[in-house]
């Protein structure tokens, strides 16, 4: 068992995000499937690592099946070329997924690597106005905007432009502060750099045009009790061109950016098929033929339809496409099963009688001439 164990070795590089639930998607299905795993957290969060390999080793997990690494890119490039190394997951930016995409395929290993996301969300003017604003309010501030699916994008198609004042007025309601304490909705950043990435690419798009009927600049840095917090005040961005660093950036802050206007669902899904990402996407509408219109023709691996965050439920798979994903497996459902083992052919003769030919030089047939 423990050279089975060695020669399918899996490792995985999970985000700060989500440093307990990313994790969860690909080890439970190794080991499951006969793997031994090593699993690199974000270096900015590897204590629910540590967590979790206590958990399973409490579990009954034996010793050295799932285990922890920490480090950087010497660590990862060691990995990604290392030879008892099979498979690569990882969750995370474009810049280190298509790195690490590359490297280990490079070197013979299966990759899948969800990369980063520009969800967008489309508003029908037959959809339930209240209901929609609260939805998207949601799904564009939870988490301080920090998940890959973080419905960041907002395209309104005829009238429902008008509904932006209720989304700035839903937004202002948000209390902002730190996570634990109760009646909180908008948590800090992960790091200073982080919120000052975020700053910047909102005085960017604002000079490049962009209109900003809730600024959270406005507000300051600082939160009361916690003046060294890496907090951003809840923005929205509103007539923002596909030219505007804003849309063209995935920002992974509280910023919601609402393109300019489109008059038609037609004009919606040519918008968004030509984002270079392809991870997820929810259309609010109360009309069947619309829905199925936008399932149809969109370009994007999740689909919600008056779902805000349309992340599949675990029978299914993670599936984003375009410059969301590289590797041609996703994450967990039947396709994470497939990953994490691989396909073998038996071929077998059991002979009636000695006389039996086993094989010869030519092609074999089905029957003797």
């Not at 090593?38 to 900015?44: A, D, I, M, R, Y």
């Not at 190394?85 to 995409?101: C, D, L, T």
């Not at 962009?210 to 600024?215: C, G, M, V």
Request: charged share 15%.
């Amino acid at each position: 068992m423990l050279n089975l164990l060695i020669f399918l070795l899996h490792y995985s590089v999970a985000p700060f995000n989500f440093p307990a639930m990313v994790p969860l998607w690909m080890f439970p299905y190794a080991v499951t499937a006969g793997n031994s795993f090593v699993l690199k957290p974000s270096e900015k969060t590897p204590g629910a690592s540590m967590l979790l390999v206590d958990l399973a080793t409490q579990a009954g997990l034996p010793k050295g099946v799932l285990s922890v690494i920490h480090g950087g890119k010497p660590i990862v490039d060691n990995l990604c070329r290392h030879p008892t190394v099979r498979a690569i997951s990882f969750v995370g930016s474009n810049a280190a997924g298509e790195y690490i995409h590359e490297e280990g395929s490079r070197h013979g290993k299966r990759v899948q690597a969800n990369l980063g996301a520009k969800n967008h969300a489309v508003l029908l003017p037959d959809a339930s106005r209240e209901k929609s604003v609260k939805a998207i309010v949601g799904a564009a501030f939870g988490a301080a905007g920090q998940r890959c699916m973080a419905l960041s994008t907002l395209v309104c198609v005829g009238k429902t432009q008008e509904w932006i004042d209720d989304i700035v007025g839903e937004t202002r309601h948000l209390n902002l502060g730190c996570g634990f304490n109760a009646g909180v909705d908008v948590g800090p950043l992960i790091t200073p750099v982080s919120q000052e990435r975020v700053y910047r690419i909102i005085d960017q798009a604002i000079q490049e045009g962009a209109d900003a009927p809730l600024d959270g600049r406005s507000y300051g840095k600082r939160v009361e009790g916690y003046p060294n917090g890496n907090f951003v005040h809840p923005t929205v961005l509103s007539n923002v061109s596909t030219d505007n660093v804003a849309y063209k950036e995935e920002i992974f802050g509280p910023v919601l950016t609402c393109c300019e206007p489109v008059d038609s669902l037609e004009d919606a899904i040519q918008l968004i098929n030509r984002n270079r990402y392809g991870n997820g996407v929810s259309l609010f509408t109360s009309s069947g033929a619309a829905a199925r219109k936008f399932t149809h023709e969109i370009a994007a691996g999740q689909v919600g339809i008056n779902v805000p965050i349309p992340v599949p439920l675990p029978m299914f798979s993670f599936t984003g496409n375009k410059a969301s994903i590289r590797g041609d497996m996703n994450f967990y459902g039947k396709s994470g099963i497939q990953f994490f083992t691989q396909l073998k052919t038996v071929t077998t003769n059991w002979p009636i009688d000695a006389a039996t030919d086993l094989g010869s030089v030519i092609m074999p047939t089905m029957g003797k001439q």
